[in-house]
């Protein structure tokens, strides 16, 4: 799993009653894009984040013109 800064990660939650939990990549800190991951989440908590299968990176989204 590849990311870059600026990129979504969205991690589903995996037991019942779970909220899903989505940040912003800050910052990436392994090679060639892979993990860990520095995020700020959307309740303004950062953390440093090695996702597992039951996350997905959503690319940034390009500004049309």
Request: glycine letters at 16%; aromatic letters at 4%.
């Amino acid at each position: 799993m590849n990311g870059k800064t600026g990129d979504r990660l969205h991690v589903h939650g995996n037991v019942v009653g779970q909220p899903d939990r989505t940040g912003e990549i800050i910052e990436v800190r392994g090679p060639d894009g892979g993990p860990p991951f520095l995020v700020r989440f959307d309740d303004g908590h950062e953390g440093l984040v090695y996702p597992g299968p039951d996350a997905v990176i959503e690319p940034r989204a390009k500004a049309s013109r």
